[in-house]
C-alpha cells in the first residue's frame, strides 16, 4: 500500500517561493509559445523579470498560503487547430488550450516539488514512462522487448493488449485525483490548492479574430 511506504512524518507540503525562483522561472520561459487571454506574452514576462519578480512571488505565496489558485488564470484560450476532412465539421479540429504565461511559472514550481516528492518516495510505478524525466517511448519499448524475451526464454506465452483512449485527459476524475493525492500524503493545505485549481474552469474558442463567450470546461 502507498500508506505503508510514507512515513506520517513525510506529508508534501507546497514551499512557498522566494524571489530568486520566481526570477529563475521567468528567465525559463519558452519565448516561443502563445499568448494567453491576459495578453501577457511569455517574452515579455522573460523581459520584465526582475520588475515583475517581487510582485509575482507575493502573489504566489498567497495563492499557495490560502491554497486558492487565482480565478482568472482558470479560463483558457482554445484554438481550433484543422486536421482534414469537412472544415463544416467541428471534429475534424483539434482544440489547442493555451492558459496565462504568469500561471505557468506558478504550476512549475509545484509540479517541481510534487515530482520530487514522489520520486523520492518510490511512488512512481516502475513501468510508468510517461511524463517522468529521462524517460520516453523508447525505454517503454525496451522495458517490453526485455519482459517479453525473458518470458520467451522460460518457455512462456506472451500477450498484449494496447490501449488507446481517446481525449485521455477529459477521462480523468479530480475527484479521484484528489482521494489519490490524499493517500500521497498531501497536506490538506495543498489539497486545498489543488482542489481549487482543478475545479470551476472556463474556456473560450478564439477563431479567426473572434472570441466567443465563456463555457464551463469541466
Not at 518510490?122 to 524517460?135: D, E, I
Not at 481549487?196 to 473560450?204: G, H, T
Amino acid at each position: 500500500m502507498v500508506n505503508s511506504r510514507i512515513n506520517s512524518d513525510d506529508a508534501f507540503s507546497i514551499p512557498q517561493l522566494t524571489e530568486e525562483e520566481v526570477c529563475s522561472y521567468l528567465r525559463n520561459l519558452d519565448t516561443h509559445k502563445a499568448t494567453g487571454l491576459d495578453g501577457l506574452s511569455h517574452k515579455f514576462l522573460k523581459m520584465s523579470t526582475y520588475l515583475i519578480a517581487p510582485s509575482l512571488t507575493k502573489i504566489f505565496n498567497k495563492s499557495l498560503s490560502s491554497g486558492m489558485f487565482p480565478t482568472k488564470w482558470k479560463t483558457s484560450k482554445i484554438i481550433p487547430i484543422y486536421k482534414s476532412g469537412a472544415k463544416c465539421d467541428v471534429n475534424n479540429y483539434r482544440p489547442i488550450a493555451i492558459f496565462c504565461a504568469v500561471s505557468k511559472v506558478l504550476e512549475r514550481h509545484i509540479h517541481n516539488h510534487l515530482y520530487q516528492f514522489l520520486v523520492s518516495h518510490n511512488l512512481l510505478h516502475h513501468a510508468q514512462s510517461g511524463f517522468r524525466r529521462n524517460h520516453s517511448c523508447e525505454t517503454a519499448l525496451c522495458k517490453l522487448v526485455d519482459m517479453w524475451t525473458s518470458n520467451m526464454e522460460s518457455g512462456l506465452i506472451n500477450g498484449a493488449v494496447f490501449i488507446d483512449l481517446r481525449k485521455a485527459f477529459d477521462m480523468v476524475d479530480t475527484d479521484l485525483l484528489l482521494r489519490n493525492l490524499a493517500v500521497y500524503k498531501c497536506d490538506d493545505l495543498t489539497l486545498s490548492w489543488f482542489k481549487s485549481y482543478l475545479q470551476e474552469r472556463d474556456q473560450c474558442v478564439h477563431f479567426k479574430g473572434t472570441l466567443s463567450s465563456k463555457k464551463s470546461s469541466l
